[in-house]
């Protein structure tokens, strides 16, 4: 079960790496959001043990997060 928890994670996160190529004409708005979307995804993913919730709930979190990341200090 742990095994097909680890290969689950990295297939996603290859997954997720491949599509991040997607993001070059977008606005730096949309990547940030992108990104924060995946990388919690992966977060609330390892949280939960792998569950559905976890990982749609982190995606979320780090989608909103993304979005509101601005790069002007």
């Given at each position: 079960m742990k095994t097909m928890q680890r290969l689950t994670?990295?297939?996603?996160s290859v997954a997720m790496l491949l599509s991040l190529?997607?993001?070059a004409g977008m606005s730096r708005q949309g990547q940030n959001t992108?990104?924060?979307?995946?990388?919690?995804a992966i977060g609330g993913?390892?949280?939960?043990?792998?569950s559905t919730l976890g990982t749609l709930g982190g995606a979320a979190i780090g989608g909103v997060i993304g979005h509101?990341?601005?790069d002007r200090r």
């Open positions: 994670l990295g297939a996603v190529g997607g993001c992108a990104v924060g979307a995946g990388v919690g993913a390892v949280l939960t043990g792998g509101e990341m601005d």
